[in-house]
């Protein structure tokens, strides 16, 4: 299976909210626009199947994307965005002040954000879900739209890379990482990260 993992297009919290799992955060309209530039980049792929975190915000874009390819997206909640717990609404300059968040950017494999999830768990649930997709879909191209803590957990995981470095990964918005899952005997390549439409943005 080849994995096409696109981070959502922009809302107006990306950035400077953690907007977690809270609903109601919706596209922007620079971000729908960028959601529509990247359907028309991958218009000729033809994927088997789309899959999509249930927020909003990716729904929308896997909404725009599937417009080309005549699909509708089927939602994942194994794709869903980590459970932030009591930092779900923060404002992220606020965050970066906080003990816990150089914690957070020096070991987070110990990491258990407040009330939530820690980025194991993160990880175990969200790869388990890319090897289920594998097995669902095999030699087939599919495409999955999530968030970038999960996409940043999964390449890690292929890439081999302790999860205390994760964050040195960087996800923009609306941006496409590939995953090579071979159905035979062949190792998993990670064969492009934070590649598409927003590739220049900063």
Request: aromatic share 4%; net charge positive; glycine share 6%.
């Amino acid at each position: 299976m080849r994995l096409y993992l696109v981070r959502h297009a922009p809302t107006d919290e990306t950035g400077s909210v953690l907007s977690g799992r809270l609903g109601g955060v919706l596209l922007s309209p620079s971000g729908r626009e960028l959601a529509s530039a990247l359907a028309s980049d991958l218009a000729a792929l033809r994927p088997a199947a789309l899959y999509s975190s249930p927020l909003e915000r990716c729904v929308e874009t896997a909404e725009i994307l599937g417009t080309a390819w005549r699909l509708d997206p089927i939602v994942s909640p194994a794709l869903t965005e980590a459970d932030y717990g009591r930092w779900s609404g923060r404002r992220l300059a606020s965050l970066y002040r906080l003990k816990a968040w150089r914690s957070l950017m020096a070991a987070a494999s110990r990491f258990r954000f407040p009330d939530g999830e820690s980025l194991r768990e993160v990880q175990n649930r969200a790869v388990t879900a890319v090897e289920d997709l594998a097995a669902a879909h095999r030699q087939r191209t599919v495409v999955a739209v999530t968030h970038a803590d999960i996409i940043r957990v999964v390449l890690a995981h292929y890439l081999g890379m302790p999860l205390d470095l994760v964050h040195r990964l960087h996800v923009r918005p609306a941006s496409i990482s590939v995953v090579d899952l071979p159905a035979s005997g062949m190792p998993p390549v990670v064969a492009t990260i934070n590649a598409g439409a927003a590739a220049s943005a900063p």
